[in-house]
């Protein structure tokens, strides 16, 4: 059995993990923003935010996470997403 200390590493790890897909994700968002901007389009997408919800309520169901959990988080991501995109 690993020890705490062992287990707060991994922990640690995919923390680490997660920031650098954050930063991935936000690059991307600046460049669909940047897109955006030249194509006229509004930042926000109500139809593309309904449908990630629902991909979210399917992934949580899958990983067995709490669904109001992962919509909170995700929430956060897409609202600082927006802010990247103006």
């Known amino acids: ?32 923003g940047k897109l955006k901007n030249i194509s006229g389009k509004k930042v926000f997408d109500a139809k593309r935010e309904i449908k990630l919800m629902h991909l979210y309520e399917t992934l949580s169901s899958k990983y067995q996470l709490e669904e109001d959990y992962i919509k909170r988080l995700f929430k956060i991501i897409i609202n600082n997403s927006r802010k990247m995109q103006k």
Do not use: G, V, W
Not at 14 to 19: E, F, L, M, N, T
Not at 22 to 28: E, G
């Open 1 to 32: 059995m690993l020890t705490i200390k062992q287990l707060r590493k991994k922990i640690d790890n995919i923390d680490s993990a997660i920031i650098k897909k954050l930063s991935t994700r936000q690059k991307l968002s600046m460049k669909i």
